[in-house]
């Protein structure tokens, strides 16, 4: 009969494989500390630099800052002076030349007839636009609302004057058509001016035919807005 005795102890014994598991916990944990120190480093790297850039941005911007502000009120002032450019241009396009227009109103006047007040009155009102057809879920009541368009100018004149002789009727009657159908006033008017009054002069005695009357017309409404280019106002 043979005994076999085992004279190593079971710390001592070796186990079937390549690494021990003492050796394999120690290579694990000393790998992860050494990837968490890896990663650590680079992510106090980046910390440190995207600090440093944040830091040289901000000097930057503290040098900038003042010309950005001072850029965007130029802006806004180049803005509005556009604005108030267009409106003067506006402006230039409904007003009318009115000295030809004198010229012209003594050259037609007959020589019986005498102006004693010319009164040249401008209006002004903003064209509304058609309410829009309301869409597909849209309140009605508030698509129906007109909205606000361009705005428009015109002018009332009125002539106040009189006339003597013995065809002081007729001559009045015939600078009336004159002042309406005159090249220069033509296009100007909405409706061809009318004689408002035509009476005798109660202040001159009976001898004296002479007669007071009063002339009025509007120009069309000329619209307030900057001319196209190659377009005359």
């Given at each position: 009969?043979?005994?076999?005795?085992?004279l190593?102890?079971?710390?001592?014994a070796?186990r079937?494989?390549?690494v021990?598991m003492?050796?394999?916990?120690?290579?694990?944990?000393?790998?992860?500390?050494a990837i968490l120190l890896i990663?650590?480093?680079?992510?106090?790297?980046?910390y440190e630099?995207?600090?440093?850039?944040?830091?040289?941005?901000?000097?930057i911007?503290?040098?900038?800052?003042p010309?950005?502000?001072?850029?965007?009120k130029?802006k806004?002032?180049?803005?509005?002076?556009?604005?108030?450019q267009?409106?003067?241009r506006g402006?230039?396009a409904?007003?009318?030349?009115?000295?030809?227009?004198l010229?012209?109103?003594?050259?037609?006047?007959?020589p019986?007839?005498q102006?004693?007040?010319?009164?040249?009155?401008?209006?002004?009102f903003i064209?509304?636009?058609?309410?829009?057809?309301p869409?597909?879920?849209?309140?009605?009541?508030k698509a129906?609302?007109?909205s606000?368009?361009?705005a428009m100018?015109?002018y009332?004149?009125t002539?106040?004057?009189?006339?003597a002789?013995?065809?002081?009727e007729?001559?009045?009657?015939?600078?009336?058509r004159?002042?309406?159908s005159?090249?220069?006033?033509?296009?100007?008017?909405?409706?061809?001016p009318?004689?408002?009054?035509l009476?005798?002069d109660?202040?001159?005695g009976?001898?004296?035919?002479v007669?007071?009357?009063?002339?009025?017309?509007?120009?069309?409404?000329?619209?307030?807005r900057?001319?196209?280019?190659?377009q005359?106002?």
């Amino acid at each position: 009969m043979s005994i076999r005795v085992n004279l190593i102890k079971p710390e001592e014994a070796r186990r079937q494989g390549v690494v021990g598991m003492k050796f394999l916990t120690y290579v694990s944990a000393s790998t992860a500390v050494a990837i968490l120190l890896i990663f650590g480093g680079l992510s106090f790297m980046r910390y440190e630099t995207g600090k440093n850039d944040l830091t040289a941005a901000l000097n930057i911007w503290e040098t900038r800052e003042p010309m950005y502000n001072k850029s965007l009120k130029m802006k806004e002032d180049l803005a509005t002076e556009k604005r108030f450019q267009q409106e003067l241009r506006g402006w230039q396009a409904a007003r009318i030349e009115w000295k030809p227009l004198l010229i012209e109103l003594r050259k037609i006047c007959p020589p019986t007839v005498q102006l004693r007040r010319l009164g040249i009155q401008g209006d002004l009102f903003i064209k509304q636009k058609p309410a829009a057809a309301p869409v597909d879920g849209e309140d009605s009541a508030k698509a129906a609302a007109p909205s606000l368009g361009l705005a428009m100018r015109w002018y009332t004149i009125t002539m106040d004057g009189k006339a003597a002789g013995a065809m002081a009727e007729d001559i009045v009657v015939q600078f009336v058509r004159a002042f309406g159908s005159d090249p220069l006033f033509k296009p100007l008017f909405e409706k061809p001016p009318q004689l408002n009054s035509l009476q005798r002069d109660t202040t001159q005695g009976p001898d004296q035919p002479v007669r007071i009357f009063t002339i009025e017309g509007s120009t069309q409404k000329r619209e307030m807005r900057e001319p196209r280019a190659g377009q005359s106002p």
